[in-house]
């Protein structure tokens, strides 16, 4: 097989020793043909430059501020010089010969976009989080994720089309990222990833699910599993990809069944907790999408420096 360069590119915000730990399982891959790009969301109160001086060999880049999980990719990409991009969450552990099936994918099959490994959860019995996905089904708005918190037993070692990939590790060629435009940063966190994968499709790519590609994911590090930030993206981006991403009848009908039960049931469950926080930050989340008219936009790689960055250095 060619070995082809391939970026990895992943965004630390205020979590350095977790990304030190990824740092080091990428030292032990197979694979040789890679830079790696870090950048670093305008964190707070963490000294980053500890990346650069215990991985050299890694490319840091400090936005002055925080972009978000999308922003924050497409600075990386800004910066890419690899044939493939693998986006790979700071809070993840890779298995050692976790990139040669997704490079051999695409070098194999012209028309693929996009690629998820087999994900299973961290430190644990080897659950796993994807493999694969059923996508998101436009007359409710839900998603299913093949696998989820199954034990893994071999059940799901067949690799396959998939209608979405996982944001936690996914690869794209850079060609790909030319043609349809960036990650949508718009969504700030949350749900970006799935309308990439949407918006990649569109121009005619396929979703791949690569069985023999294996990483872990410790879920929610960054952001936290109860964390008001994440209550109000999650609501809020998953009625901005409704928007984006269905019209007419299926759009109304996962509108209303999202407005009228999924939104109630969750004001419910935060007042008999006394999450009164949680409870602005859900209405602050659908109030934005009536406050945002235009919601279609593109950006494309030409236009992805326009932020102010600082490469950071030992010296």
């Known amino acids: ?23 080091t399982s990428l030292r032990a891959i197979s694979y040789h043909n890679i830079e790696i790009i870090i950048v670093d969301n305008a964190s707070t109160g963490a000294d980053v430059h500890v990346i650069k001086e215990s991985f050299p060999e890694v490319t840091l880049i400090r936005s002055e501020v925080n972009l978000g999980f999308a922003g924050g990719n497409n600075l990386g990409i800004a910066q890419a010089k690899g044939k493939y991009l693998l986006f790979l969450n700071n809070d993840t552990e890779v298995h050692p010969s976790f990139l040669e099936p997704l490079v051999r994918l695409f070098e194999t099959t012209p028309d693929a976009g996009v690629a998820s490994p087999k994900i299973l959860y961290h430190g644990t019995n080897a659950l796993i989080q994807y493999a694969g996905s059923k996508g998101i089904n436009p007359w409710t708005g839900r998603s299913i994720t093949i696998g989820h918190l199954e034990k893994d037993n071999g059940q799901h070692n067949t690799s396959s089309l998939t209608q979405l990939a996982d944001g936690a590790a996914m690869m794209v060629p850079m060609r790909v990222v030319q043609q349809v435009g960036l990650m949508p940063e718009l969504y700030f966190l949350y749900y970006e990833e799935l309308d990439w994968c949407e918006s990649i499709k569109r121009a005619g790519f396929t979703c791949h699910y690569v069985a023999d590609s294996s990483i872990y994911h410790k879920e929610s590090v960054s952001v936290g599993k109860q964390s008001v930030l994440k209550t109000y993206y999650m609501n809020r981006n998953r009625l901005l990809f409704l928007r984006r991403n269905s019209k007419g009848g299926p759009f109304w009908t996962s509108a209303c069944i999202f407005l009228l039960a999924a939104v109630p049931k969750k004001m419910v469950s935060h007042g008999f907790q ?6 602005r930050a ?31 250095s030992t010296n």
């Open 282 to 312: 859900l209405f602050r989340g659908l109030w934005w999408n009536l406050n945002n008219k235009e919601v279609h936009g593109m950006r494309y790689l030409k236009t992805s420096t326009q932020c102010i960055t600082k490469e950071y």
């Open 1 to 23: 097989m060619n070995s082809p360069l391939v970026s990895i590119i992943s965004v630390n915000y205020n979590q350095v020793e977790v990304t030190l730990e990824m740092l």
């Open 274 to 279: 006394l999450q009164g926080k949680h409870l």
